[in-house]
Protein backbone atom coordinates (compact mmCIF):
# COMPACT_ATOMS: atom_id res chain seq x y z
CA UNK A 1 0.00 0.00 0.00
CA UNK A 2 1.07 3.37 -0.61
CA UNK A 3 1.77 5.86 2.16
CA UNK A 4 1.68 9.44 1.85
CA UNK A 5 3.13 12.49 3.69
CA UNK A 6 2.50 15.78 3.35
CA UNK A 7 4.74 18.79 3.97
CA UNK A 8 5.45 22.87 3.58
CA UNK A 9 1.77 23.94 5.23
CA UNK A 10 2.38 27.01 7.62
CA UNK A 11 0.69 30.67 7.73
CA UNK A 12 1.27 33.22 5.27
CA UNK A 13 0.13 36.76 4.06
CA UNK A 14 -2.40 37.35 1.86
CA UNK A 15 -0.68 37.12 -1.73
CA UNK A 16 1.85 34.96 -0.41
CA UNK A 17 2.91 31.62 -1.90
CA UNK A 18 3.36 28.31 -0.25
CA UNK A 19 4.70 25.05 -1.85
CA UNK A 20 2.82 21.67 -0.66
CA UNK A 21 5.14 18.35 -1.32
CA UNK A 22 3.47 15.22 -0.53
CA UNK A 23 6.00 12.08 -0.79
CA UNK A 24 4.92 8.21 -1.47
CA UNK A 25 6.70 5.19 -0.20
CA UNK A 26 5.26 1.57 -0.32
CA UNK A 27 4.24 1.59 -4.21
CA UNK A 28 5.29 2.27 -7.36
CA UNK A 29 4.25 6.29 -7.57
CA UNK A 30 4.50 6.59 -11.47
CA UNK A 31 0.84 4.57 -11.71
CA UNK A 32 -1.22 6.74 -9.46
CA UNK A 33 -3.01 9.68 -9.89
CA UNK A 34 -2.45 12.08 -7.48
CA UNK A 35 -4.53 14.62 -6.09
CA UNK A 36 -4.61 17.43 -3.64
CA UNK A 37 -7.81 18.14 -1.91
CA UNK A 38 -8.92 20.91 0.92
CA UNK A 39 -11.31 20.76 4.10
CA UNK A 40 -12.57 23.68 6.37
CA UNK A 41 -14.32 22.61 9.47
CA UNK A 42 -17.82 22.10 8.70
CA UNK A 43 -17.44 21.49 4.82
CA UNK A 44 -16.95 18.19 2.42
CA UNK A 45 -13.25 17.91 1.17
CA UNK A 46 -13.30 19.39 -2.16
CA UNK A 47 -10.73 18.83 -4.94
CA UNK A 48 -7.85 21.21 -5.62
CA UNK A 49 -5.50 20.40 -8.40
CA UNK A 50 -5.28 16.71 -9.79
CA UNK A 51 -2.66 15.37 -12.25
CA UNK A 52 -2.75 11.93 -13.45
CA UNK A 53 0.09 9.24 -14.29
CA UNK A 54 -0.13 10.68 -17.86
CA UNK A 55 0.37 14.67 -16.10
CA UNK A 56 -2.47 15.07 -17.41
CA UNK A 57 -3.92 18.60 -14.77
CA UNK A 58 -7.26 19.85 -13.59
CA UNK A 59 -7.92 22.74 -10.93
CA UNK A 60 -10.87 23.65 -9.10
CA UNK A 61 -12.23 27.36 -10.71
CA UNK A 62 -11.38 29.16 -7.68
CA UNK A 63 -7.25 28.22 -7.76
CA UNK A 64 -7.21 28.37 -11.39
CA UNK A 65 -3.75 30.16 -12.99
CA UNK A 66 -2.79 30.73 -9.02
CA UNK A 67 -1.94 27.28 -8.08
CA UNK A 68 0.24 24.76 -10.15
CA UNK A 69 0.37 20.59 -9.50
CA UNK A 70 3.09 18.88 -10.82
CA UNK A 71 4.68 15.39 -9.92
CA UNK A 72 8.43 14.18 -9.48
CA UNK A 73 8.40 10.22 -10.06
CA UNK A 74 12.16 10.26 -9.83
CA UNK A 75 11.44 11.47 -6.48
CA UNK A 76 8.30 9.87 -5.32
CA UNK A 77 6.50 13.27 -4.82
CA UNK A 78 3.67 15.50 -5.84
CA UNK A 79 3.67 19.02 -5.48
CA UNK A 80 1.24 22.00 -5.26
CA UNK A 81 2.66 25.26 -5.87
CA UNK A 82 -0.03 28.15 -4.41
CA UNK A 83 0.71 31.38 -5.43
CA UNK A 84 -1.47 34.98 -4.28
CA UNK A 85 -3.03 33.21 -1.36
CA UNK A 86 -6.33 34.30 -0.03
CA UNK A 87 -7.66 34.00 3.16
CA UNK A 88 -9.85 31.72 1.11
CA UNK A 89 -7.24 29.47 0.92
CA UNK A 90 -6.98 28.78 4.39
CA UNK A 91 -8.10 24.67 5.05
CA UNK A 92 -6.26 21.77 5.76
CA UNK A 93 -5.10 20.22 2.41
CA UNK A 94 -4.32 16.68 2.07
CA UNK A 95 -2.52 14.55 -0.84
CA UNK A 96 -4.53 11.52 -2.57
CA UNK A 97 -3.40 8.63 -4.78
CA UNK A 98 -6.18 7.05 -6.76
CA UNK A 99 -5.62 3.56 -8.45
CA UNK A 100 -8.55 1.80 -10.35
CA UNK A 101 -10.54 3.52 -7.56
CA UNK A 102 -9.05 2.91 -4.32
CA UNK A 103 -8.44 6.54 -2.43
CA UNK A 104 -5.30 6.69 -0.35
CA UNK A 105 -4.88 9.66 1.88
CA UNK A 106 -2.06 11.62 3.65
CA UNK A 107 -2.68 13.26 7.16
CA UNK A 108 -2.72 16.71 5.90
CA UNK A 109 -0.80 20.08 6.81
CA UNK A 110 -2.85 23.32 6.98
CA UNK A 111 -2.47 26.02 5.27
CA UNK A 112 -3.42 29.85 7.09
CA UNK A 113 -4.03 32.87 4.98
CA UNK A 114 -4.49 35.41 7.36
CA UNK A 115 -2.66 39.21 7.65
Known amino acids: QVQLAESGGGSVQPGGSLKLSCAAS????????MGWYRQVPGKQRELVASITSERRTNYAESVNGRFTISRDNAKNTVYLQMNSLKPEDTAAYFCNARFRAVDRWGQGTQVTVSS
Open 26 to 33: GAVFSIFD
